[in-house]
Structure formats: structure tokens, C-alpha cells
T-cell receptor
Framework: AQSVTQLGSHVSVSEGALVLLRCNYS??????LFWYVQYPNQGLQLLLK??????LVKGINGFEAEFKKSETSFHLTKPSAHMSDAAEYFC??????????FGKGTTLSVSS | DAGVTQSPTHLIKTRGQQVTLRCSPK?????VSWYQQALGQGPQFIFQ???????QRGNFPDRFSGHQFPNYSSELNVNALLLGDSALYLC???????????????FGEGSWLTVV
């Protein structure tokens, strides 16, 4: 069985500050891990994914995440927040080719 | 190259009615999955279709059924609608690569269903 826990349903940062969104997972098989972003009234857009290989994954819009097996974590970071980063962020886990299991999401607010 | 397209974008139904939602996958993709996203929640997996067969199913009742056509497009059908079925229904497509699992999974914009 697989599950995802996103710590903090709401994160607020100032423009230019570090963004850190936390995700812990549980998986009985080697996990594939994903971060998606959802803007209001839109579908999901893939930010980045980890399958195998390098544990530090770089994605779009300056985001990156690090897979830490020992901590069962896949936290999302961005060095400097921009107003346009305000959105809902979802962490997800899957086995190979199987369904995505999503966390409940974290709303990121960015203030000027 | 069109991405994942879904129709309709919005619809309102009455309790007890039936609804059909449609999805066309991204070009080159052969696997279609459906998700339900209630307001303020993360998407929940309904089922996945590959080679016109249901390959995997989430924890949803039999009122939720689907179909995949030879051109890989898909339909989601929900019978005997309940107020709790009101949600955003997302379609996702991918390509299954033997030995490597799924390619990048792309999502459509979704179909907003309101049950009154």
C-alpha cells in the first residue's frame, strides 16, 4: 500500500523567500514520486518527478526536490519565491505504471 | 500537439441522474486514468484503462464505470448521482513503456460536475 502525507495545509512566504513544502511517503515498492501544481480552476501540471537515479530532481519554474529514502521524504524547495508561485501543490506517489496516490495538498501564498 | 482534452468543462445534474464524461488522451498515449477531486482535497484515483480494459481500480462504488475505445479515448460514467459526487473529474494520460513503467502523466483541465 502507498500513501502520502503533506505537512502543512497552508504555507505563507514573502516574495524572494525560500519555499519549502514537505512531503513524506509510504510505499511497499520502490516509489515513483511526483510534485504537481494546480492553479485556480485548472488541472494539474507536473513540476518534477523522481523515478530512479539521481536523488536531487530539478523541475520547472526553479523548483527542485530531493528523494531521501532513509527519511521517506520528498520535500519541494525553491530558493526564491515569486508571486506567480501562489497555487496548490500536490505530492504524489506511485508504483511503476500504477495509479497516483495524492496527498491532500498544500496551499502556497506569496506576499509582496 | 494537443494535450489531454476533456468534455464537458462544466455540467449540472440532478440527484439520481446519470452522467458521461469524455477524455481524449495526449497523442501517443495509450493509458487513461480518471480521478475525482472534491473541493479542497487532493485527487483520488477512480480507475485506469489500458488496451480497452480496466487495469486498476480505486475505492469507488460500481456506480462509477468506464470505457476505453480503440483510439484510446475514454469515458467515465456515473449512475444514480449523489450530492457527494459533486467534484472536479480529472483525466490523465500516459504511455506504458515495457520495463520502465509509465511515461510522464499528463492531466486535462477537468470536468466540473455539480449535483443538485
Amino acid at each position: 500500500a502507498q500513501s502520502v502525507t503533506q505537512l502543512g495545509s497552508h504555507v505563507s512566504v514573502s516574495e524572494g523567500a525560500l519555499v519549502l513544502l514537505r512531503c513524506n511517503y509510504s510505499s511497499s515498492v520502490p516509489p515513483y514520486l511526483f510534485w504537481y501544481v494546480q492553479y485556480p480552476n485548472q488541472g494539474l501540471q507536473l513540476l518534477l518527478k523522481y523515478t530512479t537515479g539521481a536523488t536531487l530532481v530539478k523541475g520547472i519554474n526553479g523548483f527542485e526536490a530531493e528523494f531521501k529514502k532513509s527519511e521517506t521524504s520528498f520535500h519541494l524547495t525553491k530558493p526564491s519565491a515569486h508571486m506567480s508561485d501562489a497555487a496548490e501543490y500536490f505530492c504524489a506517489v506511485s508504483g511503476q505504471g500504477t495509479a497516483l496516490i495524492f496527498g491532500k495538498g498544500t496551499t502556497l501564498s506569496v506576499s509582496s | 500537439d494537443a494535450g489531454v482534452t476533456q468534455s464537458p468543462t462544466h455540467l449540472i445534474k440532478t440527484r439520481g441522474q446519470q452522467v458521461t464524461l469524455r477524455c481524449s488522451p495526449k497523442s501517443g498515449h495509450d493509458t487513461v486514468s480518471w480521478y475525482q477531486q472534491a473541493l479542497g482535497q487532493g485527487p483520488q484515483f477512480i480507475f485506469q484503462y489500458y488496451e480497452e480494459e480496466e487495469r486498476q481500480r480505486g475505492n469507488f462504488p460500481d456506480r462509477f464505470s468506464g470505457h476505453q475505445f480503440p483510439n484510446y479515448s475514454s469515458e467515465l460514467n456515473v449512475n444514480a448521482l449523489l450530492l457527494g459526487d459533486s467534484a472536479l473529474y480529472l483525466c490523465a494520460s500516459s504511455r506504458l513503456v515495457p520495463g520502465q513503467g509509465a511515461s510522464i502523466i499528463y492531466f486535462g483541465e477537468g470536468s466540473w460536475l455539480t449535483v443538485v
